[in-house]
């Protein structure tokens, strides 16, 4: 399975968009791209995931570089909620191997 | 829908005790899994089932961890001595499928401390 790299941290301003980087250079064909959060006590949760196309739903959009070596979460207006440690996950099967994430803190 | 129970939510044991989870998957999920996360850390894939079958136990530390789905619904978690690398929180997830990564449901996890 692909390494992903994120930076520990990020700072978000209340109602900014908060864009969260992920390098996974040595991603191969048939692996997706999966981001899971865990608000803190509480267990990891599905937010989106993509292949090669760039991908939106209800709570973020997923951007994937056209080489796939790299990939940005979105979240367009971040609130107090979404303060969360942020996983990228590169798998092509059902096992999702976390790394440590990024812990994003949006203040207000 | 129900997400994701499992209890109890937090247990304080002692070195070479024993121990035991339980969880309860969503309604209708065929795949269940059991994560461990050390404090500061991602969590870490345990087993997974596949209905009552296992898929993957392969960093099940198997000389004191057991875990069984005996009916494809409900699953327990035991460790048996436990350590104190063991104090971790433990987190179950089920999936409709075994399916590409998406759709894994969590539940809030067993804190466990071993003193």
């Known amino acids: 399975d692909a390494k992903t790299t994120q930076p520990p941290s990020m700072d978000c301003a209340e109602g900014r968009a908060a864009n969260l980087p992920c390098n996974h250079s040595t991603i191969s064909g048939n692996e997706y791209v999966y981001w899971y959060r865990q608000i803190h006590s509480q267990g990891p949760q599905y937010i989106i995931h993509?292949?090669?196309n760039n991908e939106t739903n209800e709570m973020a959009s997923l951007i994937i570089t056209e080489d796939r070596k790299s990939s940005t979460l979105i979240l367009p207006h971040a609130t107090l909620r979404d303060t969360a440690v942020y996983y990228c996950i590169v798998e092509s099967g059902s096992r999702l191997t976390f790394g440590e994430g990024t812990q994003l803190t949006v203040n207000p | 829908e129900a997400g994701v129970a499992q209890s109890p939510r937090y247990k304080i044991i002692e070195k070479r005790q024993s121990v035991a989870f339980w969880c309860n998957p969503i309604?209708?999920?065929?795949?269940l899994y059991w994560y461990q996360q050390i404090l500061g850390q991602g969590p870490k894939l345990l087993i997974q089932f596949q209905n009552n079958g296992v898929v993957d136990d392969s960093q099940l530390p198997k000389d004191r961890f057991s875990a069984e789905r005996l009916k494809g619904v409900d699953s327990t978690l035991k460790i048996q001595p436990a350590k104190l690398e063991d104090s971790a929180v433990y987190l179950c997830a089920s999936s409709l499928a075994p399916t590409i990564g998406g759709g894994q449901y969590f539940g809030p996890g067993t804190r466990l401390l071993v003193l």
């Open positions: 993509g292949l090669k």
């Open positions: 309604s209708g999920h065929a795949t």
